[in-house]
């Protein structure tokens, strides 16, 4: 029987995950929010320039949100591809749209897996983990910068009701990277989000491509030392140090070690002149997760009287630029250095 399927949220990685699926002969639904993307979509499908291969270019049906109002059918399952701050009202937009036996799956950064569950029900949620990048500032294309060998996803079950229905979802986003079944997909998450403190916010600042920014003397200290307290504060909150994106326990065996390990794990798949997703909201006055990233674990240290104001640091000029009081520039990395505490 074929499901229905849909996409909420085109955005740069929302549209390399459906290309793929429809390149594989997946029947998917697209929906987003930018009129332009959805516009140019409809017009010359979507095109996705590929690391390894041709581009790819498939025909699509895409959405405005204002079309889901006309839907008659409920969707088996229903791919999140939004900001982490979008999350909330994403959920309850869909949840009438979604089957009863159907299942929400947050394809996201940060830890919003229990609010989804919140809103459409637990045993209509799987998380996610995601580790693929790409950029989008032209409607309708997509500049895609992991190759699928390089692409990882991790998806698991967070109740009872939904055990042993991850593999209706590795059979869809293995199109797309490698995909693995991870018991503890709330330890895998914040595991994730440790590799966004130390690679997203810190890098963006600077304003510069990835894999330029990454060479600025002083930043990866800073970026180890980011990786560190977001290990404090996931143990704090009882998540597990565990292996992903393809490492092995072996390779995080020595907690002292593990920022490092996942920061080179990471870098190592960088592309010359790549840009972060969160260096682009920058530049286009959006919102940016920074403070659902860097900001909830300098919160959680904070309550728990630890030191966390590294990551404290990078939210505030994070802040700072989103409100036009400083550019992303080099020299940011100096301001945080005047925020951290001496030793």
């Known amino acids: 029987m074929t499901k229905n399927i849909a996409i909420l949220g085109t955005g740069a990685n929302g549209s390399c995950i459906a290309a793929d699926l429809i390149d594989a002969g997946v029947d998917v639904t697209l929906i987003d929010y930018w009129p332009e993307h959805v516009e140019a979509m409809r017009a010359n499908g979507l095109r996705i320039q590929m690391i390894e291969t041709d581009d790819l270019h498939v025909s699509v049906r895409a959405h405005h949100l204002t079309d889901v109002a006309?839907?008659?059918?409920?969707?088996?399952?229903?791919?999140?591809?939004?900001?982490?701050?979008?999350?909330?009202?994403?959920?309850?937009?869909?949840?009438?749209?979604?089957?009863?036996?159907?299942?929400?799956?947050?394809?996201?950064?940060?830890?919003?897996a229990e609010e989804i569950a919140e809103i459409v029900g637990p045993s209509r949620t799987l998380g996610c983990v995601v580790e693929l990048g790409s950029e989008l500032a032209t409607p309708g294309f997509v500049e895609r910068n992991t190759t699928r060998d390089e692409t990882w996803f991790g998806v698991g079950s967070m109740d009872p009701s939904t055990e042993g229905r991850e593999d209706e979802i590795v059979d869809l986003l293995r199109h797309t990277g490698n995909v693995d079944v991870v018991p503890d997909i709330l330890s895998a998450k914040w595991m994730k989000l440790i590799v966004n403190t130390m690679i997203m916010t810190p890098i963006a600042i600077l304003g510069l491509p990835t894999n330029e920014a990454i060479e600025v003397p002083g930043l990866r200290a800073l970026m180890v030392r980011l990786g560190a307290e977001s290990l404090l504060a996931g143990e704090?909150?009882?998540?597990?140090?565990?292996?992903?994106?393809?490492?092995?326990?072996?390779?995080?065996?020595?907690?002292?070690?593990?920022?490092?390990?996942?920061?080179?794990?990471?870098?190592?798949?960088?592309?010359?002149?790549?840009?972060?997703?969160?260096?682009?909201?920058?530049?286009?006055?959006?919102?940016?997760?920074?403070?659902?990233?860097?900001?909830?674990?300098?919160?959680?240290?904070?309550?728990?009287?630890?030191?966390?104001?590294?990551?404290?640091?990078?939210?505030?000029?994070?802040?700072?630029?989103?409100?036009?009081?400083?550019?992303?520039?080099?020299?940011?990395?100096?301001?945080?250095?005047?925020?951290?505490?001496p030793g």
């Open 236 to 341: 704090s909150l009882g998540h597990e140090t565990i292996p992903i994106m393809g490492l092995t326990v072996e390779d995080i065996a020595n907690r002292d070690t593990v920022p490092e390990v996942l920061m080179d794990e990471l870098t190592a798949r960088l592309r010359p002149g790549g840009l972060n997703t969160l260096l682009m909201d920058y530049r286009r006055g959006r919102k940016t997760e920074a403070t659902l990233v860097n900001g909830i674990v300098a919160d959680e240290l904070e309550r728990l009287g630890h030191d966390g104001s590294a990551n404290a640091a990078v939210t505030a000029i994070s802040e700072r630029i989103t409100r036009g009081e400083l550019e992303p520039a080099i020299t940011n990395l100096d301001l945080i250095q005047e925020m951290l505490p």
């Open 70 to 112: 006309t839907f008659s059918e409920k969707f088996d399952i229903v791919l999140l591809v939004l900001k982490a701050y979008d999350t909330e009202w994403a959920c309850h937009f869909i949840k009438p749209y979604l089957k009863p036996d159907g299942l929400l799956v947050g394809v996201q950064n940060g830890m919003v």
